[in-house]
C-alpha cells in the first residue's frame, strides 16, 4: 500500500463483489498494510504470480516469500487460480481475493492505523532529509562554511540556526534560493483553516505532478492537520 493519501487519477469503479473488497476483519487489515505482507498484496492485486516468482520479484528469499504467502492464504486474501503442471509437484498460482480493496479505518486498531502512517512518514521524512542533507554537501562543498549555531536569544531561550560562520547566522533565502521548509503552531478557527488549505491546493495546483519519464528535480511536503497540545508532547 503506497499513499495514505492521494490525488491520483480516479480509481474504477467496483462492478462486482470479486472485483472490490471491503476489508472489515481487524487480522486481514492489519495484514495488509504490514510491511512483511503489504508488498504481496502489492504484486497480487489484480496480477497473478508464482511463489518463485513473487521471491525474484521482491528479492526475497524462497523461504520467505512461500511463508508469507501462506499466511495471507489462511487469513482469506489470496487465493489459488490455477496449477501449472511440471515434473514433480505442479506449481501453484496465487491472485488476491479481489482486484480492489476498501480498508475502512474503523477496521484498524488505534495503534495499527497510528503505526501505519508513522511507517510511511518516516520513509518520506528519510528521502527528504538525504535530498536536504545533499543540498548543504553540494551548496558549501568548503569544510567551515556552515553549520548549526547554538545561543540563547535576548530572553533566554536557546536557540539553534544555520550559521555560515561564529555569530553569523544563514540567510537561507538567498543560500538557497528552491527550497524551504515550515512547522509552524497555529491557532486558527475552522473558516481560517479551510482558507489556509484552499489557498495551498490552489498553490499547488499551479505545479502539476510530475508525469512518467521525467527527471526529479524537487519534492514538496504540505500537511496543514488540527493538532491538540498532546500530540506534540
Same mark, same amino acid.
Given at each position: ?73 489462511? &487469513?482469506?486474501? %489470496?487465493?489459488?487460480?490455477?496449477? @501449472?503442471? =511440471?515434473?514433480? !509437484?505442479? +506449481?501453484?498460482?496465487?491472485? *488476491? ?85 515550515? &512547522?509552524?503552531? %497555529?491557532?486558527?478557527?475552522?473558516? @481560517?483553516? =479551510?482558507?489556509? !488549505?484552499? +489557498?495551498?491546493?490552489?498553490? *499547488? ?29
Amino acid at each position: 500500500m503506497s499513499e495514505p493519501f492521494s490525488s491520483c487519477s480516479p480509481a474504477p469503479a467496483c462492478s462486482s463483489e470479486r472485483e472490490c473488497l471491503t476489508v472489515t476483519d481487524a487480522r486481514q487489515a492489519a495484514a495488509m498494510i504490514h510491511p512483511e505482507f503489504s508488498p504481496l498484496m502489492d504484486a497480487l492485486t489484480g496480477r497473478e504470480a508464482s511463489v518463485g516468482a513473487l521471491a525474484r520479484e521482491l528479492d526475497w528469499p524462497l523461504d520467505t516469500a512461500h511463508y508469507r504467502v501462506k499466511k495471507l492464504l489462511r &487469513l482469506g486474501l %489470496l487465493r489459488v487460480v490455477r496449477e @501449472e503442471k =511440471r515434473a514433480g !509437484r505442479p +506449481v501453484k498460482v496465487y491472485r *488476491a481475493v479481489a482486484d480492489a480493496f476498501f480498508l475502512p479505518y474503523s477496521s484498524f486498531t488505534h495503534a495499527t492505523l497510528e503505526e501505519k502512517f508513522q511507517r510511511h512518514e518516516l520513509q518520506v521524512a528519510r528521502s527528504l532529509v538525504r535530498s536536504y542533507v545533499r543540498l548543504l554537501h553540494d551548496t558549501f562543498p568548503q569544510p567551515g562554511t556552515l553549520g548549526p549555531y547554538l545561543f540563547r536569544d535576548e530572553a533566554g531561550h536557546l536557540q539553534e540556526d544555520l550559521a555560515a560562520a561564529p555569530g553569523k547566522l544563514l540567510d537561507l533565502a538567498a543560500a538557497f534560493p528552491t527550497t524551504t521548509e515550515y &512547522l509552524r503552531s %497555529l491557532t486558527l478557527t475552522d473558516a @481560517e483553516a =479551510r482558507h489556509l !488549505r484552499d +489557498v495551498l491546493d490552489a498553490l *499547488a495546483a499551479e505545479f502539476p505532478r510530475r508525469r512518467a519519464g521525467q527527471p526529479l528535480t524537487h519534492m514538496l511536503r504540505l500537511w496543514l492537520v488540527p493538532a491538540r497540545e498532546e500530540d506534540w508532547q
